[in-house]
Nanobody, 120 residues
């Protein structure tokens, strides 16, 4: 199983970024894909989840009005569109999939992470 995250960078507050995560080695249509982030000195937190069918999406309250998660089944890729970025969004962002299909609570496979830095 491989997850390749990309799209991070250094931006200013208020800017936008789109993260991508390409998933291989699993049946994409049977697995949820999650986005997580970890800031320095803080614990990892969940940001968003796209369901296996693409129809069920979870967004954490702290990003609900600014971020959008989606997936492209033809490309085995999920996206995290991040708008109105804030300095507190600065973190390494990871994508992950569960070990079991149709699950959202056993995040077992992780990408390498992509750094997002938002300057004020």
């Amino acid at each position: 199983v491989q997850l390749q995250a990309s799209g991070g960078g250094l931006v200013q507050a208020g800017d936008s970024l789109r993260l991508s995560c390409v998933v291989s080695g699993r049946t994409f249509s049977r697995h949820a894909v999650g986005w997580f982030r970890q800031a320095p000195g803080k614990e990892r937190e969940i940001v968003a989840v796209t369901g296996w069918s693409g129809g069920n999406t979870f967004l954490a309250d702290f990003v609900k009005d600014r971020f959008t998660a989606s997936r492209d089944a033809a490309k085995n890729t999920v996206y995290l569109q991040m708008n109105s970025l804030k300095p507190e969004d600065t973190a390494v962002y990871y994508c992950a999939i569960p070990a079991r299909p149709y699950s959202t609570d056993d995040w077992n496979y992780w990408g390498q992470g992509t750094q997002v830095t938002v300057s004020s």
